[in-house]
């Protein structure tokens, strides 16, 4: 354990500490403009939020009702639009974008490549000694498998991909190039592409849940599909994708799966679709391209959501949503007759305390009487 000369541990921040970088460099990186080209040497070694930056480091705005932080700040370099440029101080660069927050993450994620994708955390550039590895599984130069990793019979994994410690990868399982499993994930009975990132603690491929229900006890129904996971998708840590049980369970190329999900058995979900986290989706639903998924919905069994369909967060789906459709509420429904209907429930709910509020004192009594 490292200590400073004070007795505590040092603090480390994980990741490699950007190369400084100059504004005008960043202003060519992002689209912005620089609005005073005086600071265009200026250089930025980080980022920051507003109430922290410095004078080396790279904020931004994008709402007003920060604009009295964006006067008070002290950063190097600020992106901010037209309309919230006024607020900013004189020693501030001003990095002028028409969608301030997206420059900003794009010049992040060149200040921080290495945040992109997980890499060994073992700091492991091969085969771990203490690795697993089936003497028929076929690895592409260039894959790390850190310790405690287990790579099964007939597995194929392509260059450039980290197994991290502890996962599991069973028989037969394809793993495209480019990809992250995470420590302790297990992956069955799966198809993955290129590209493909898998947070620490999912469950791919396991028995979907598929019992035939009877007074004489549960059948179990056999579960001999598969889940085929597309290029580019993105899942996140401990969430759980059941293999199908005749048609795969499959994730479309680009969608993006927060923490703890759950996708049942036969679901098909479409091209960059969001699903955030605490959501459930019950087998054989069906979600088209671009949709989105708030936290905690609920998804039964056979639904279909249409592309480009959002839906709010705490709601329950049954049966079918149109494409490019709006819902909310418990059963789901389009979301301006969710909020006339929570409208209108409140408004009796005033009028009838109203009503008990004026009742004279005693009259409830003399009624029964």
Request: charged fraction near 20%; hydrophobic fraction near 40%.
């Amino acid at each position: 354990m490292s200590l400073t000369s004070a007795g505590g541990m040092t603090q480390p921040t994980f990741f490699k500490r950007p190369s400084p970088v100059t504004l005008a460099d960043l202003a060519a990186l992002t689209g912005a403009e620089l609005a005073n080209a005086s600071f265009a040497d200026r250089l930025i070694t980080g980022v920051a939020s507003l109430d922290r930056a410095g004078p080396r480091h790279l904020t931004f705005c994008e709402a007003k009702k920060y604009a009295a932080q964006l006067e008070q700040t002290y950063a190097g370099a600020c992106f901010v639009s037209e309309r919230l440029e006024a607020s900013v101080p004189a020693h501030v660069a001003v990095l002028r974008a028409a969608e301030p927050y997206r420059a900003f993450v794009m010049a992040m994620r060149t200040l921080y490549p290495d945040t992109l994708r997980p890499t060994s955390w073992f700091d492991n550039g091969d085969v771990a000694p203490g690795a697993v590895v089936h003497p028929s599984a076929y690895l592409e130069d260039g894959v790390v498998v850190d310790p405690l990793a287990v790579i099964g019979p007939d597995v194929e994994i392509g260059a450039g991909t980290v197994i991290g410690s502890g996962a599991v990868i069973g028989a037969g399982v394809r793993i495209g190039r480019d990809c992250s499993i995470g420590p302790n994930a297990s992956v069955l009975c799966a198809l993955i592409g290129n590209e493909v990132i898998i947070h620490p603690g999912c469950r791919i491929g396991q028995d979907g849940f598929g019992y035939m229900m009877g007074a004489r006890g549960h059948l179990k129904v056999p579960q001999a599909g598969r889940v085929i996971i597309q290029n580019g998708v993105e899942i996140g840590a401990g969430t759980t994708i059941d293999r199908g049980a005749i048609n795969d369970t499959i994730i479309g190329e680009g969608s993006k799966i927060d923490n703890l999900v759950q996708i049942g058995h036969n679901v098909v979900i479409g091209r960059n679709c969001v699903v955030v986290s605490q959501s459930g989706v019950a087998g054989s639903s069906t979600l088209g391209d671009n949709v989105v998924l708030a936290a905690r919905i609920g998804v039964s069994d056979h639904a279909v959501i249409g592309e480009g369909a959002q839906i709010a967060a705490r709601s329950s789906v049954v049966g079918e949503v149109p494409p490019g459709a709006r819902w909310g509420g418990s059963p789901a429904k389009p979301i301006k007759q969710f909020f006339r209907e929570l409208f209108e429930v409140e408004r009796l709910g005033r009028e009838g305390s109203a009503k008990l509020k004026s009742k004279p004192s005693g009259s409830g009594d003399e009624e029964q009487k």
